[in-house]
């Protein structure tokens, strides 16, 4: 109990810091930083958008250890096995957000940069595969039969995480072949000015921490859920050894 | 026992082992030729499948030679695509009447012969589709191949092997779960998707000349190479997944 | 206030959609949080806990 009263402090302290911080980086973003030479006020999209797009690169890899851990515990230990599984759970979710976010301000951004909500470039392209490759996911979780949920989504987890460079590079390929309009270079700070550093710092570091505050958090809710289903099953083996008597 | 007799007896039995893996895999593939020989009942729901696909678009684009060129190579493999997905389930559903599975559960035979087993059948059907299907493709788009006709045969086996491989492991996946048909394509369409665009791609270079495909069966290649590995490794994972 | 109406429209709705994405999932989970049953561990049997030890 001493414990469980430690951490949620600490997460709520966490919380209001990450407000905080997301606040103040919003700040600096809107008002704060000079208006760029080429696009005008529209790039300030790019203060939330390349923020998320780079942590939605992060999350998987998280997902995938997890679940390697997992796949190594299953039958060694398997109160750990569920430890990581939550992780992995979590940080899948956490994905699918950040992705999602990543993949509609973009198309806000080239709705005005360019008139066109959608085009094959290759980064586009690549991060809707990985949305769609985290959602496949999470319904694979979702339809599959409760004993076997954990392990199938483990698997999944390594095929999707061997798949994510593959994606990337065929669509490079492709992209070379066939180019199409680049809604964003490789090289997203490419002309950046320092007077608009802190404001990215800021931003990246701020959805940083709110993505670790939302794996957490869905960590802790994935393992309360664990936690009821087992003592569900624990009332469950009682009854039945009391109606034996 | 030396050093030296004891790595060659490691050698020995290791080889032993392999020789009873391929065995055990040929028996898997016979009893699946087998089995789908006596009702033919994916081989043809595939063909007609296939072809009615081909027939809609047909009507539907009326392409010239030279669209039909561009467009053909995205055709075959998406129709294909969609007519693995009733077959692959239906590969594993001749498991579980009479439950079998739990026979092949229980069996000491290594669970990856039981896969490549099957998924080399499912191969054999698929290219066996293909094969009537190519006349039809060149009688109704006028087709005339530009490029080096010759890598066709290697693009199609390479590509349906990308498909059947992956196909196989997640129908095995997907066997007890509810809304069992909705879940392959869910999850097999993502993970092969950089498969898919190389096979389309290698396809469309080679019927319309104009690039050259050896970069996309170089794609096809490590994307085989890769996950035929990671399907052999797991596949007992999946199978003992309770 | 951000220069032509179109990229101020489209600036906001950025703003606006993200926080609401993230908001509605920390509010799915907290939701969530609030609803599940926290089971308390199982007393541990000890002498402590028996008085006829």
Known sequence: MQRSRIFGSIGVVWFCLTLAAIAYATRLGLFLAPVDALQGNVFRIFFYHVPHSMLSLLFPYVNFIASLCYLYWRRRDPLKALNADAVAIASAEVTVVYASICLWTGMLWGRVEWGIWWTWDPRLTSMLLLWLLYVSYLMLRKLSSTGQTHTLAAVLSVFAAIDVPIVYMSIQWWRTQHPAPVFFSSDPNAGVDKSMYPAWFWNLGAWAMWGIFLVVFRYALERRRQASEQDAALQAIEASLEMAQ | MSYLDRALADMRNDLHNLQIFFRDTFHHFRKDVRLEWRSRDSIVGMLFFTLLVLVIFSLSFDPTSDVSRQIVGGILWVSLLFASFTSLNGSWTREQRNRVLEAQRMAPSPPAALFLGKALANLLFTLIVEIFLAPLFIIFYNLHVLGQAWKLALVMPLGTWALVCNGTFFAAMGLRTRNRELLLPLILVPVSLPALLGMMMATTAILTGESSPDLWIRLLVAYNIAFTIVCLLLFDTVLSAE | ?53
């Open chain 3, 1 to 53: 206030m951000f220069g032509s109406s179109m990229a101020a429209r489209h600036l906001l709705y950025v703003y606006l959609s993200v926080w609401f994405i993230q908001g509605g999932y920390c509010a799915w989970v907290a939701w969530h949080w609030f609803h599940t049953r926290n089971p308390q561990p199982p007393v541990v049997a000890d002498s402590a806990t028996r008085d006829d030890i």
